[in-house]
């Protein structure tokens, strides 16, 4: 195609894009899903309209790469490590039942032993692309659940290419040399760990702040080097996503991880509508009809079996149960890389059309039916919540053992650890209050009792949790949460224990501060307008110190 053509081509997929995009708007559809129909529809199972594949598949790699880059950015080093263990076990443990019961049940659906095993390995897998965009686009990529589920993500990459190079090693006859290759990919993963640690401790911070002068070159320089860690990711056999999450999170410990990551989301979304389309356009409609009845069977495992086995898992390592459901749930999809693989068997000769059908079918229904899940979950936890107590230990970690001194009373309860909230406990105790803090994330409460002071393992949806809480003595109890449904649950469980205290809870929203304070809040912290109240003042203040009317906006000089 000459570059006129491929021009034409990608305007017409925008208009189309924008089209359903709108359409899925105003229906209050997932943008996903919209974007995945648009690909199929001008694929060349429908209208044909994509012809220009490999510089549409270009353009959508670059997007996946800065996906996992922004994501790197704003991952703290410390974050990952707190949640590696339950990432590994969760990972492995999902992995291994996963694969062995779909395995089982492909059989018992009459596929031959060879299908089965790729079905089983494809059902294995999840899509970190649809997880990281979803999550991040609800803000709780940062949040305890997020982060499991991107270590489990992460561990499934990692098995992703080691499957990889098992197939194409048996696939050429070379088995006894699949020890060696797995080997030599580790010698290359710890090199490539070892080189962006040093990059971190020595290189980026006064490389970057040679070029911070100019914001253009800064961005620029930022995506270079996530794409370049892509690129050479790539060359040394792992997933471009984990080069560009290396980058992300190399960068990620310097000072300038805010402004490259502000600027780079309209990038980033840009270039992923073009991930949607090129998936949608590679899923052959001509081969689902004969696959469909046992694709479904095979989607609702996958949807079910993924989330059950994460809440089991994580609810034996003593996490509350809410924290398995959100990450399971994230997780029910099957991944592109399971097409990959897919149609890697069919290159080996393992795989005939109709088994890559088959697996292209449960992607299609997996990655459209987790879309509406992850985006559900939160309103349809409460639905099932008394379902899952099986998922939740007795006394999970940390609950109940606030190791608080009863001679000291406790005079305000802060829920949530996070960076709003730990300086709000931080500044109260700097007031001489006497302070317990609550958080479902175990490192968090960790991390609080090692200042010396009370906390709490609980969940602020838990309506039993408030009977743990010094109630009787703490004259506040504030939230720092900024959800609306997580707040309204906190005022309803505290009035149900006939809490006589204060409550302040925490909105984002002008809306969700009016209905909160219908519901009895006596303070709703706005930490945005507060901040722009504070600035306001301290510029106003400011203009009057150096001469200028206040509120004029300007700052007059002094007349010598």
Do not use: C
Request: proline share 4%; glycine share 12%; net charge negative.
């Amino acid at each position: 195609m000459t570059l006129v053509d491929v021009f034409h081509e990608v305007a017409v997929l925008l208009v189309l894009a924008a089209v359903a995009g709108a359409i899925a708007v105003r229906l209050r559809q997932p943008l996903i899903v919209a974007f995945i129909a648009v690909g199929v529809l001008a694929g060349p199972s429908a209208f044909g309209v994509v012809s220009a594949s490999h510089e549409i598949e270009l353009l959508a790699e670059l997007g996946i790469a800065l996906l996992l880059f922004a994501v790197g950015l704003k991952l703290d080093v410390r974050l990952i490590r707190s949640t590696g263990p339950v990432a590994l076990i969760a990972g492995v443990g999902q992995m291994a039942f996963t694969g062995t019961a779909g395995f089982g049940l492909a059989l018992a659906l009459g596929l031959d032993t060879v299908t089965a095993a790729y079905v089983g390995l494809a059902l294995t897998f999840s899509s970190t692309i649809i997880v990281v965009k979803l999550l991040s686009d609800r803000r709780e990529i940062d949040e305890l659940h997020g982060r499991i589920a991107l270590g489990i993500l992460i561990v499934q990459d990692i098995a992703v290419v080691l499957a990889m190079i098992a197939l194409t090693a048996i696939g050429s006859g070379g088995g006894e040399g699949v020890v060696t290759e797995v080997l030599l990919v580790v010698a290359k993963g710890v090199a490539l760990l070892g080189g962006v640690g040093l990059a971190m401790r020595y290189a980026l911070t006064p490389l970057l702040h040679r070029v911070a002068h100019l914001p253009e070159l800064l961005i620029l320089s930022a995506i270079a080097l996530g794409i370049g860690l892509a690129a050479i990711g790539d060359m040394l056999g792992f997933s471009r996503e984990v080069g560009a999450f290396l980058a992300g999170v190399a960068l990620g410990s310097t000072p300038y991880r805010d402004a490259i990551g502000g600027r780079l989301v309209p990038l980033r979304d840009f270039l992923l509508l073009f991930f949607f389309v090129d998936l949608g356009s590679d899923i052959d409609l001509g081969g689902l009809g004969g696959e469909l009845v046992t694709a479904a069977v095979l989607s609702l495992f996958a949807l079910t079996a993924k989330p059950l086995i994460v809440m089991a898992i994580t609810g034996a390592l003593g996490y509350r149960k809410r924290v398995g459901f959100l990450a399971g749930v994230s997780l029910g999809q099957i991944s592109e890389f399971s097409l990959i693989l897919a149609a890697l068997g069919v290159s080996l000769g393992h795989l005939d059309d109709d088994g890559l059908g088959l697996i292209a079918a449960i992607g299609l229904i997996t990655i459209s039916a987790s879309t509406y899940a992850i985006n559900y979950a939160h309103p349809l936890y409460p639905r099932i919540e008394r379902w899952l107590a099986p998922f939740e230990r007795d006394r999970p970690t940390y609950a109940g053992e606030d190791g608080h001194d009863e001679s000291e009373p406790v005079e305000v309860v802060v829920w949530g650890l996070g960076r709003y909230g730990r300086r709000l406990a931080e500044g109260l105790l700097e007031h001489g209050h006497r302070v317990m803090g609550v958080d479902y994330d175990p490192r968090a409460v960790e991390g609080w009792r090692a200042t010396g002071h009370p906390a709490l393992y609980g969940d602020l949806e838990d309506p039993e949790l408030p009977a743990s809480l010094p109630l009787a003595t703490a004259e506040w109890v504030i939230s720092s949460v900024p959800r609306r449904d997580a707040n309204a649950a906190l005022l309803h469980a505290l009035r149900h224990h006939d809490y006589r205290g204060r409550v302040a809870v925490t909105a984002h929203h002008d809306e969700d501060a009016r209905d909160l304070r219908q519901r009895g809040a006596d303070a709703v912290l706005e930490p945005f307008a507060d901040a722009a109240e504070q600035v306001i003042a301290a510029l106003d203040s400011a203009v009057e110190a150096t001469g200028g009317t206040p509120g004029d906006g300007r700052a007059r000089r002094p007349r010598r």
